[in-house]
């Protein structure tokens, strides 16, 4: 779902914000975008065919929801998902997704996302209702879905994921361009991300990347330099970015019984082409994560991609995260690699004025 470098789309969540999009970007490179729309975080999209949309009832279409358009001119970010504002094209976006994905899951997810997406007992016919999903999931983990109305600062977004609450759009998809995606809808966040977070050990691991924000934060507080300061920042949340994006977006696990490969990453769980692309392609170089690498290596979001990262399981996960938090500690992620993902002015902010 997305890999591009500076693509000014509607945002939404920034580790989503984190990588200017799509996956969690961190913040873009040298260019520091202004604005509510300058990026998300990574999350594997579509985004191939921009043909001009259809004449059909809004509702609450991605890009043509008029209950989203109040929200952000009335500058409220967190809101209530108004159910009955969905039309009928809506759930039947819903029902074709979900059902076109369904074999991918089976064949192709990690097993944990698989009891996670019994255990939501999520509707194939109809979109989902937010607080039902939450009844299932909060008792499992304590994790919450939040809706929001579009973009969220990289520091916001982590900071939710520390308190167990994940920023959730509420838009779906046109139902009929289903491969065009351009900016995260509900059926990315709630059948991509959502069933990981019924997993405890993954929900630790995304709540351990929330304590990673606040210890950026602190780093950058003591730097009097205010060049110094951003540029510092710019390079930790690019590595942040880059693990979020190698990781949660687009991530491999190891199977538990005999090791074949399965797919956790978020990007490709909810990508009709990508999760067996991912998989079984000859295309896609596929390594154990190394972190030095990881932090290191740009990424682009407007094609599959040619380079995934594998950890042994969620416990790992966890591990490497601790690592990436030490790392950030003993100043080694100052001077990551330039490239994408691009870094944000409105991210860069959200740490520096919280």
């Not at 920034?14 to 990574?42: H, I, K, N, Q, V």
């Not at 290596?297 to 594998?310: G, K, S, V």
Request: negative net charge.
């Amino acid at each position: 779902m997305k890999a591009k470098s500076l693509v000014r789309t509607p945002a939404r969540h920034s580790a989503d914000s984190l990588a200017l999009w799509e996956g969690g970007s961190a913040l873009s490179e040298a260019t520091l975008l202004e604005g509510r729309d300058e990026f998300e975080l990574a999350s594997g999209y579509d985004r191939r065919s921009e043909r001009p949309a259809p004449t059909v009832a809004a509702g609450l279409t991605t890009g043509r929801a008029p209950f989203i358009e109040q929200a952000r001119a009335a500058h409220r970010l967190y809101i209530e998902q108004p159910y009955d504002q969905y039309t009928e094209d809506n759930h039947r976006a819903w029902r074709l997704l979900f059902a076109r994905q369904e074999e991918s899951w089976q064949r192709f997810a990690n097993p944990h996302f698989l009891r996670g997406i019994d255990c939501l007992s999520l509707d194939p016919q109809a979109v989902p209702r937010l607080e039902e999903v939450n009844q299932f999931l909060s008792p499992r983990t304590g994790f919450q879905a939040k809706p929001v109305s579009g973009y969220i600062p990289a520091f916001q977004f982590f900071d939710c994921l520390r308190n167990r609450e994940f920023p959730t759009t509420i838009t779906i998809r046109d139902a009929d361009r289903l491969d065009y995606l351009p900016e995260p809808d509900i059926f990315h966040d709630i059948a991509g991300h959502v069933p990981m977070h019924a997993d405890p050990a993954f929900a630790n691991a995304l709540v351990r990347f929330g304590d990673c924000a606040h210890t950026a934060a602190e780093i950058v507080a003591d730097i009097r330099d205010e060049d110094e300061q951003v540029r510092r920042l710019s390079s930790i949340l690019r590595a942040m970015a880059r693990f979020f994006w190698f990781t949660v977006e687009f991530g491999l696990m190891r199977g538990e019984e005999n090791g074949t490969l399965k797919v956790y990453g978020s990007g490709l769980l909810s990508s009709h082409g990508e999760i067996e692309h991912s998989i079984l392609s000859p295309d896609v170089q596929r390594y154990p994560l190394q972190l030095e690498w990881v932090v290191n290596q740009a990424f682009e979001i407007d094609h599959y991609q040619p380079l995934l990262f594998i950890v042994d399981s969620f416990g790992h996960l966890f591990e490497l995260v601790g690592d990436l938090e030490r790392w950030m500690r003993q100043g080694r992620l100052n001077n990551v690699a330039p490239g994408e993902p691009g870094v944000s002015a409105a991210d860069l902010r959200s740490f520096l004025h919280r």
